[in-house]
């Protein structure tokens, strides 16, 4: 089984991804502030799923492959590192567009509870930040010499969805409560966006130069 300082190590970088206001956190914030509670937990539980789905493609096709080649890992590494960097400049210099994000999704017709939760696993399953952590990151906290590959994958991930469901619960709890003060200020929905791309630049940087034990 996963070892406890790997388990821990990966809940720390878990939870340094979650926190960061990306996609999933912006999708579920920005239906809180235009539906309320109710459709942010929808959401949250839908986004759940669809990452859980992620893992369960790392944990028996793409993580078999990457844990067996070095090349491979380094690679996939280096593309996810610059990728989350891409990620982190393009939310820092997006950021003044939140608000008319916001407007337009609150003007929309709220949809049901069936498709606010599909809605959510569709952001959680094609989320390109998620993907890239399962299938550069989570590869380097499975112990190979303890066998059972996939299966310390899946209770990785599970760690993952778990800190997943309770930080993005939380973000969409506080929008849904302080749904006028934030959209009553375009400086505050602006600092959502650039802290979350520059944590997600120091989350890349971090990713590059983290190695692998073999």
Do not use: H
Not at 44 to 71: H, K, Q
Not at 139 to 144: E, I, K, S
């Amino acid at each position: 089984m996963v070892p406890t300082d790997r388990l821990l190590a990966f809940a720390a970088m878990s939870f340094l991804l979650i926190v960061v206001p990306g996609p999933s956190v912006l999708f579920v914030v920005g239906r809180a502030l235009a539906q309320g509670r109710r459709a942010a937990l929808t959401t949250v539980a839908g986004n759940t799923a669809g990452a859980y789905v992620l893992v369960l493609a790392v944990a028996f096709g793409v993580g078999s492959i990457v844990e067996r080649s070095v090349l491979v890992f380094t690679a996939l590494k280096l593309a996810g590192a610059a990728y989350l960097v891409y990620l982190g400049v393009k939310a820092w210099r997006g950021r003044g567009a939140l608000r008319a994000a916001f407007a337009e999704d609150a003007a929309a017709a709220g949809p049901g509870s069936a498709r606010t939760f599909w809605e959510g696993f569709a952001v959680g399953v094609t989320n390109p930040k998620t993907i890239v952590f399962f299938a550069a990151v989570l590869p380097q906290f499975v112990d190979r010499a303890a066998g059972q590959v996939a299966v310390q994958m899946l209770l990785l991930g599970l760690v993952f969805n778990v800190i997943a469901l309770a930080s993005d619960s939380v973000w969409g709890l506080v929008a849904a409560t302080a749904r006028g003060w934030f959209a009553r200020s375009p400086r505050r929905l602006s600092a959502v966006g650039g802290v979350g791309g520059m944590t997600m630049i120091g989350l890349g940087v971090t990713v590059a130069v983290t190695g692998r034990k073999d």
